[in-house]
């Protein structure tokens, strides 16, 4: 999706729409979300919307390979700490330590080489911690939702649905009908990337009802070690050392999880 002739605003509203197209397709196949879910159904689609503004506003500001990391290798660390405070999950030091190695690895991703990401520009470096915040905001909001629904897949998708319909207002108001020709010229990989951003979080939020949902957030992020090495081996890109230094502390993250 990064590298389509899409600014950063209409390539994630392609993302969500699609996301939210595929998500009202699945909902008749799963159950419905109780009745008293909605409210957290609602809380959430919003805080999903917001988080994407936000990294919007970020990536208008600062570099791609810089802001995503900062703005995810934060998270965790809120997120644990809104788990403890409002959920009271008990973590052992050893789980802490696993959260601390996956978000430093996370963080020094960002460091592409040898780049210093206190030289992003304040205003990128402010937009990336706000979406950080969003991240664990949304996080905490769809582990309780999920556990208390007893349907984690129609949560999900009902969730998506919403996130996609206030996305798309906002296109619409922002942008008008002008925002949708660019997109569709782009749709495919735009379903493509919707269906594995659907697949990933309907995992997540699965298993959200099956783990603390700290250590299921911290998981999450080790996406950035699988992009790097994915990026240096198959498309042969250079890693400096930071990144290597990074690599080794989120897989010794997951193997303290695992302890």
Same mark, same amino acid.
């Given at each position: ?8 605003? /209409? ?11 595929? %998500?009202? $397709? ?7 979300? +109780? +009745? ?9 689609? @919003? ?7 936000? $990294? ?8 791609? /390979?810089?802001?995503?990391?900062? %703005? ?9 700490? *809104?788990?403890?405070?409002? $959920? ?6 050893? #789980? ?26 304040? @205003? ?12 664990? &905001? ?9 556990? =208390? ?11 998506? &649905?919403?996130?996609?319909? $206030? ?15 660019? *997109?569709?010229?782009?749709?495919? %990989? ?6 594995? %951003? ?11 009802? #099956? +783990?603390?949902?700290? =250590? @299921? ?5 080790? /996406?950035? =070690?699988?992009? *790097? ?6 498309? #042969?890109?250079? &890693? ?5 230094? &990074? +690599? ?12």
């Amino acid at each position: 999706m990064v590298k389509l002739r899409l600014d950063h605003f /209409s390539s994630i509203a392609l993302l969500t729409l699609m996301q939210a197209g595929l %998500s009202i $397709l699945l909902i008749p196949f799963f159950a419905l979300p +109780a +009745a008293a879910e909605w409210p957290w159904l609602a809380a959430s689609a @919003v805080i999903h919307a917001g988080y994407k503004l936000f $990294l919007i506003r970020a990536y208008e500001h600062g570099d791609l /390979s810089q802001i995503y990391p900062l %703005s995810r290798g934060t998270a965790p660390v809120l997120t644990a700490l *809104m788990s403890v405070l409002l $959920l009271s999950e008990s973590l052992s030091l050893l #789980k802490i330590a696993a959260i601390a190695c996956i978000a430093g690895g996370v963080l020094l991703m960002s460091m592409r080489g040898g780049t210093d990401p206190k030289r992003l520009p304040p @205003v990128a470096l402010a937009w990336a911690r706000g979406t950080a915040c969003f991240t664990a &905001a949304y996080t905490i909001i769809d582990g309780i939702g999920a556990r =208390l629904s007893g349907t984690p897949s129609g949560y999900t998708l009902f969730m998506f &649905a919403g996130d996609g319909l $206030l996305l798309l207002i906002w296109t619409c108001a922002r942008r008008g009908r002008a925002a949708f020709p660019a *997109m569709a010229l782009a749709w495919k %990989s735009g379903l493509i990337a919707g269906a594995l %951003s659907l697949g990933s979080y309907w995992v997540a939020i699965w298993a959200f009802t #099956k +783990a603390p949902i700290a =250590l @299921v957030a911290a998981l999450r992020e080790t /996406s950035v =070690l699988f992009a *790097m090495l994915l990026g240096v081996f198959l498309l #042969k890109e250079r &890693a400096g050392w930071p990144r290597w230094i &990074a +690599a080794g502390l989120v897989a010794c993250g997951v193997a303290l999880i695992r302890i």
